[in-house]
């Protein structure tokens, strides 16, 4: 049987996607009777410290029947110089699932094509696609389908922005991004989006008329040595009241958290009425666990 991973959007596609987000939807609503995972487990390799993607995998598996396992490069031999290849091939003879959240995007490729479990991406330097299932079902919740409307990213081209782009050619919306020069989307990427990926030349442009309106922090994990220079770089694309009063009347806001206040987003947006941020948060654990019973037939 061949195994299914999700490193991408892509490896789940459009009709997977809103799949996983109606069932995501059912769990939210009504949690299964019995437990679906029991006697299952999932390993997660944590490179990159996390609050919301290992409670919400370790709780979703708990409350799905099954148990996971928390693992820090500290904690295995693969943070000794094991090959990715080999722990691969250890773990996935051990563990029904692999969930990894790591620097390099590559890397998570190469473990990938050695593991016969299923293995998810739980964020990388290039994707974060499990953000973006529980962002998607959080606008479907409160708006509807989202094909056919308009999103604007505002900030950074990183990885969350580039998922972003998977999303909108896979469920045929449009992405607005504005970046500044210098942290724009990977270019293969919004090339493959066409006509769905609109390059703004400013934050008000791309957040004209948007249905909803999206940022991350301006200094990832990573980027903490150029703090000061992102900080000058990004002044003029804060989401803020201003902002926001160039979009739809009922648009709403969106950020993956965790959040600077005063930096990428103002208080009283990301505490404002249009703000659905902890819905967003929360259907992170929802999602996941829609996700995990996609991949595991269960």
């Known amino acids: 049987m061949t195994v299914r991973h999700f490193l991408s959007l892509d490896d789940l596609g459009a009709d997977g996607i809103r799949r996983v987000i109606d069932s995501a939807i059912a769990l939210k609503a009504r949690p299964p009777r019995k437990p679906p995972l029991a006697g299952r487990t999932l390993a997660m390799l944590f490179e990159k410290a996390s609050t919301r993607t290992r409670v919400s995998f370790e709780a979703g598996m708990t409350q799905l029947g099954g148990h996971a396992i928390f693992l820090s490069p500290a904690d295995t031999q693969i943070g000794r110089g094991e090959p990715v290849e080999d722990t691969a091939r250890v773990l996935s003879r051990m563990a029904d699932a692999i969930m990894i959240r790591n620097h390099s995007h590559d890397t998570l490729e190469r473990f990938a ?35 056919g409307r308009t999103v604007a990213w505002i900030g950074d081209g990183n990885n969350m922005c580039n998922s972003w782009l998977h999303a909108a050619r896979l469920l045929d919306f449009t992405l607005r991004v504005a970046a500044p020069p210098g942290y724009q989307p990977e270019a293969r990427i919004v090339e493959a989006a066409g006509a769905h990926a609109v390059i703004c030349e400013d934050a008000p442009g791309a957040a004209d008329g948007a249905d909803l309106v999206v940022t991350d922090v301006w200094a990832s994990m990573g980027d903490e040595d150029d703090r000061e220079a992102r900080l000058a770089d990004f002044a003029n694309f ?36 249009s703000s659905v941020v902890w819905d967003e948060a929360e259907n992170r654990l929802h999602a996941q666990k829609a996700l995990l019973l996609d991949l595991l037939d269960a």
Do not use: K
């Open 238 to 273: 804060q989401v803020n009241r201003a902002l926001m009063s160039w979009t739809a009347d009922d648009a709403l806001f969106m950020h993956c958290l965790p959040a600077h206040r005063g930096e990428e987003v103002s208080a009283e947006v990301i505490d404002g009425p």
């Open 113 to 147: 094509a050695y593991s016969r479990a299923p293995v998810i991406n739980g964020l990388t330097d290039r994707l974060h696609p499990c953000q973006l299932l529980a962002d998607l079902q959080t606008y479907t919740e409160h708006r509807g389908d989202i094909a």
